[in-house]
T-cell receptor, first 113, second 113 residues
Framework: SQTIHQWPATLVQPVGSPLSLECTVE??????LYWYRQAAGRGLQLLFY??????ISSEVPQNLSASRPQDRQFILSSKKLLLSDSGFYLC????????????FGPGTRLTVL | KQEVTQIPAALSVPEGENLVLNCSFT??????LQWFRQDPGKGLTSLLL?????REQTSGRLNASLDKSSGRSTLYIAASQPGDSATYLC????????????FGKGTRLHILP
């Protein structure tokens, strides 16, 4: 069976500090991977998605970036955090074409002070 | 531009009652619709996926229906239990190969014991 991991589970960071959130998927190969942010009252916002190693598509221009160094690893980064980056970050995956159900990780709660 | 709406934003129901959660979308040309459950501080759990060619899907006490022409889906929960308390989100995918799914903001359900 497939599982998706995210860490850390919670993070408190000062404004201007760097960020690195990690997501890994087990039990499948070549998944499509996604980063979402969920902010209070705003629903889920797709930030980045990747259909393969080194392939990143950005949905929203901002001070965040994503990378996919390995097939089942997806990283969300920032060089300098803003207060507005606070939120709940969710990683998700789905199989390639023909398989459309999307599965989510447990999330990371980020608070920027 | 597709918009997904879930009304009401919050709902309280006595234990044991049957209930219906609503999801509406503005563009009826969808590929599929997915219902998720989210517990506080947790990731999303996939409940049901309905393809555009289907009218409904069932899983245990849950039944999801889809009326594409009217741009609506409902999630029916039979014999509600306190453990059903959570936020329920629906999301639509426009085309088969789309990597982006569009979420509603969810309905926060509280089952009163």
């Amino acid at each position: 069976s497939q599982t998706i991991h995210q860490w850390p589970a919670t993070l408190v960071q000062p404004v201007g500090s760097p960020l690195s959130l990690e997501c890994t998927v087990e039990g499948t190969s070549n998944p499509n991977l996604y980063w979402y942010r969920q902010a209070a009252g705003r629903g889920l916002q797709l930030l980045f998605y990747s259909v393969g190693i080194g392939q990143i598509s950005s949905e929203v221009p901002q001070n965040l970036s994503a990378s996919r160094p390995q097939d089942r690893q997806f990283i969300l980064s920032s060089k300098k955090l803003l207060l507005s980056d606070s939120g709940f970050y969710l990683c998700a995956w789905r199989r390639g074409s023909g398989y459309n159900e999307q599965f989510f990780g447990p999330g990371t709660r980020l608070t920027v002070l | 531009k597709q918009e997904v709406t879930q009304i009401p934003a919050a709902l309280s129901v006595p234990e044991g009652e049957n209930l219906v959660l609503n999801c509406s979308f503005t563009d009826s040309a969808i590929y599929n619709l997915q219902w998720f459950r989210q517990d506080p501080g947790k990731g999303l759990t996939s409940l049901l996926l309905i393809q555009s060619s289907q009218r409904e899907q069932t899983s245990g006490r849950l039944n999801a229906s889809l009326d594409k022409s009217s741009g609506r889906s409902t999630l029916y929960i039979a014999a509600s239990q306190p453990g059903d308390s959570a936020t329920y989100l629906c999301a639509v995918r426009q085309k088969k190969g789309d990597d982006k799914i569009i979420f509603g903001k969810g309905t926060r359900l509280h089952i009163l014991p």
